[in-house]
């Protein structure tokens, strides 16, 4: 009889948890922006299942941004009540007893920043093992007001795709020194493991550095 309960356990928890960690997440984007107007799509699929799919119709930038703000608007304005109701409960951001009780996440000292600096970067490494960018193609156009402020940022753009071993992919970064623009369009296919990020927040956790910073952060320090 424990011998079936355990085969029971096994099929509905540790099978389901090892395909969620183990099995590939798949996104596919296509997104473009020509003048004012932005489009493309998007899809999010696992084992096969589409888990979202959308379409970006042609319309302008602030458009665009200000449908996913009405879209936000609710949610956020229940999340603001929450935090008020927490913050009418709370006498001192130092007490941590107070924190504790009310759940709010206090910013951490500059100087605990600093100490688990090293451990947050092994942690981010980590988390980049888990992106496979199986297909990427990027065309990038763009400008600020100031010549030398666009030359910085594009190095910038051009030191990031480094560090993402993304130099040998379709990767074309053209800065415009003749004023404002952004234009581009951006085709990717990314793999991403949940398995690889589990890793590295377990073993962030390790580190005495991580653990103070969240205990500060937390209150409970």
């Not at 319309?59 to 009405?70: P, V």
């Not at 130099?167 to 398995?195: D, T």
């Amino acid at each position: 009889m424990q011998l079936s309960y355990l085969a029971v356990f096994f099929l509905l928890f540790i099978i389901p948890l090892a395909l969620l960690l183990l099995a590939p997440f798949n996104l596919a984007l296509n997104i473009g922006k020509k003048g004012p107007l932005v489009e493309g799509s998007i899809k999010l699929s696992w084992l096969g299942l589409t888990l979202k799919k959308g379409e970006i119709s042609p319309q302008s930038a602030g458009d665009l941004l200000a449908s996913i703000w009405k879209e936000e608007a609710g949610k956020e304005g229940r999340a603001v009540e929450d935090r008020e109701a927490k913050l009418e409960k709370r006498n001192e951001i130092d007490n941590s007893e107070d924190n504790k009780k009310t759940g709010i996440v206090r910013p951490p000292r500059i100087q605990s920043l600093i100490n688990a600096a090293p451990a947050l970067a092994n942690i981010l490494l980590d988390l980049l093992k888990s992106i496979l960018f199986k297909k990427i193609s990027c065309r990038l156009c763009f400008g600020l007001d100031d010549p030398a402020q666009t030359a910085i940022i594009s190095g910038y753009f051009w030191s990031l795709a480094s560090v993402l071993g993304l130099i040998q992919s379709k990767i074309f970064i053209e800065p415009w020194f003749e004023g404002e623009r952004l234009e581009g369009e951006l085709v990717a296919e990314i793999e991403v493991r949940l398995w690889w990020a589990v890793f590295a927040m377990l073993r962030g956790l390790r580190e005495r550095e991580i653990r103070l910073l969240l205990r500060e952060m937390l209150g409970w320090s």
